[in-house]
């Protein structure tokens, strides 16, 4: 989950864990909760000082998606355009130069 501002309100952006999945945003104060650890287990929940190096990449390249989706998102809204197309188009090539980056 990845926060950001916009407009003068506060959001968050996450991103599943299907290689193909989309983004989803939701306004901050509509987050329920957060993930604590796993019911019925003592385990703690993931985190990137936890995975492995294979899934520690994965995490960053989905960081950096996540990232350029907001950036696409805030030059859209500068330049007044729609921005269901454009941005979702910024954010699958961010997606695609974050992979190729994160290696």
């Known amino acids: 989950m990845n926060p950001f ?10 991103q599943g864990d299907a290689p193909a999945s ?11 909760a957060r ?17 492995d190096a294979a899934a ?6 989905r960081h950096l998606a996540c990232q350029g989706f ?11 355009l729609s921005d269901s ?3 979702r188009t910024c954010a699958q090539v961010y997606r695609k130069l974050a992979r190729a980056l994160a290696g």
């Open 5 to 14: 501002d916009e407009g003068g309100a506060r959001f968050v952006i996450h």
């Open 22 to 32: 989309s983004f989803g945003v939701a306004a901050r104060r509509d987050v329920l």
């Open 35 to 51: 993930m604590t650890g796993f019911a019925g287990e003592l385990r703690a929940p993931p985190t990137p000082e936890r995975l």
């Open 56 to 61: 520690r990449a994965r995490f960053r390249r």
């Open 70 to 80: 907001v950036a696409a998102r805030s030059l859209v809204r500068a330049l007044r």
């Open 85 to 87: 197309v454009l941005v």
